[in-house]
């Protein structure tokens, strides 16, 4: 007898099995993501990362419960294209006006928070998100980042039902900063490491001091948010991402393509489903986190992304394959303080050994015009900044003019250094017959990459766009800067940069 039909199986396990066959299977549930990105911190002013007086305990804590990355960039130094880039998961040259400060993201190049959002995720962003720029500019109808939000906690009340992703855009320790807020905060100037390319003199360390205390109101933002998330039961399935866009607002910082610019603190932890308090050197950008995120969510990555998932990295069986040899940066029209507009474009290539930049337009001020000298903070010369105002003021004294001239001077087309013996760069290689060889690889291998990514800086495309492109800051084109500053340095009431 063959059981061809239900008519002997009895109705009760009848109807489990026709439940069992019309219910939908059950999936495990994507995790939530949250990133915090501190506005401006370098990498090594975290406690985790061997700094012994900033106190940063909650990022510290992160990364004890999570993977700590050592070689991580940022694809630009500077907040709006490292964010472009970050967003779409692209080098910064493949997304024309993209590239540039107070600029646009074109409309055509997708992000990760869009992307997530088709997918049923609930996508959100507090602060700067992409940015500084126009998104309206393009018709985008949104910030790049997603909804935004005044809160986390405001985010949390008003999200569907599902998996979300949030970006935590801190407006710290962005310049300016509280003078005396480091002292205030505890922060002993004296015991502040002085890198080499400044000088070490009492208004530096007390700058560098209330740097400090902005990363230390950064750290207990992140506390406060780890807090709100562990109320809502959500926190074993939330992968937390803590990073910043770029390096610190000080002269051969922000806006150079030098370590100081582009090495960016990365910490990602999801407890029991990554690897724990690990620390990895792989070769890493801000630009692998869109592909990670869209791994996490479970939907395909777009094919033109050039950043790669991170996922082999940190999760625990991971396989570790992304293994890369060196990572390539960029750097276009920074803030507008040339004449007319131009920018200052590099490219650079960093190993573990070395950093090699080429300068493509060595003519021009890589710091800005004088006297302003506006790729460095205080760029208009109306709020503190005692580390640029020092070395100004005191720039022909034999003991400050060096660094100066390393913050201000004219660069030469081809800079070379090695990262392990001069870890504060000081000293240029690139004409030195000892490393003609490794130059020349490296210039190999970065051009090689540049085209094979289509950079029309070294592919003949259009370059001009870059300098040309519209800057939606009307009041940095003509610069005003204050009484006291005009009075302290001599200068004149207003600038005009687009004579």
């Not at 309206?136 to 005044?150: D, I, M, Q, T, V």
């Not at 015009?369 to 903070?377: K, N």
């Not at 370059?463 to 006291?484: C, G, I, L, Q, R």
Request: net charge positive; with cysteine.
């Amino acid at each position: 007898m063959k059981f061809n039909n239900f008519k002997y199986i009895p109705a009760a396990l009848l109807m489990v099995l026709i439940w069992a066959s019309c219910a939908p299977e059950k999936k495990q549930e994507r995790p939530n993501i949250l990133m915090i990105m501190s506005d401006n911190q370098s990498w090594n002013h975290v406690g985790s990362y061997g700094d012994k007086t900033v106190r940063t305990p909650n990022m510290d804590l992160i990364a004890k419960q999570g993977v700590r990355f050592t070689n991580a960039f940022c694809s630009s130094p500077s907040c709006t294209p490292a964010r472009a880039g970050m967003l779409a998961g692209q080098d910064i040259w493949r997304l024309k006006e993209g590239a540039n400060l107070w600029g646009v993201l074109p409309v055509q190049y997708k992000v990760y928070p869009d992307i997530l959002e088709e997918s049923g995720y609930a996508v959100g962003y507090q602060g700067k998100g992409w940015g500084p720029g126009s998104f309206e500019a393009n018709k985008r109808l949104r910030n790049p980042g997603g909804n935004k939000f005044s809160s986390f906690s405001e985010f949390l009340k008003n999200k569907p039902e599902g998996p979300w992703s949030y970006w935590l855009s801190s407006l710290h320790p962005h310049r300016p900063y509280v003078e005396g807020s480091g002292e205030k905060a505890g922060i002993d100037p004296a015991k502040v490491k002085v890198p080499g390319y400044l000088p070490d003199h009492i208004d530096i360390r007390k700058d560098i001091a209330d740097y400090y205390a902005a990363i230390e109101t950064f750290d207990k933002e992140i506390g406060e948010t780890l807090k709100e998330l562990k109320a809502t039961g959500q926190l074993e399935n939330t992968v937390i991402v803590i990073c910043s866009d770029n390096g610190w607002q000080m002269p051969r910082g922000l806006a150079n393509l030098y370590d100081f610019g582009t090495h960016v603190p990365l910490i990602i932890s999801w407890p029991g489903k990554f690897k724990q308090d690990v620390v990895v050197d792989n070769m890493v950008t801000l630009n692998d986190l869109a592909p990670t995120f869209l791994a996490l969510g479970g939907t395909k990555i777009p094919a033109e992304m050039t950043g790669k998932s991170l996922l082999p990295i940190v999760e625990k069986d991971g396989k570790d394959d992304l293994q890369r040899e060196y990572v390539v940066l960029g750097r276009e029209r920074h803030a507008f303080v040339r004449q007319h507009g131009l920018g200052y474009p590099g490219r650079a290539i960093r190993t573990k050994e070395f950093l090699y930049i080429k300068n493509y337009e060595s003519n021009r001020w890589p710091a800005g015009d004088p006297p302003f000298y506006g790729d460095i903070d205080p760029y208009m010369f109306n709020w503190p900044g005692a580390t640029k105002y020092y070395l100004i003021e005191n720039r022909n004294a034999p003991k400050v003019k060096p660094f100066f001239e390393l913050a201000m001077g004219k660069r030469p087309a081809e800079e070379l250094f090695d990262i392990n013996k001069d870890p504060d760069q000081l000293h240029n290689l690139a004409a030195d017959p000892a490393y003609a060889k490794i130059k020349q690889k490296l210039a190999v291998q970065m051009r090689d990459y540049l085209v094979k990514t289509q950079d029309p800086r070294e592919t003949g495309g259009d370059t001009k766009v870059w300098d040309t492109a519209d800057y939606f800051s009307e009041v940095d084109k003509k610069p005003k800067p204050s009484k006291e500053m005009q009075k302290r340095f001599k200068l004149d009431s207003a600038y005009d940069y687009l004579k």
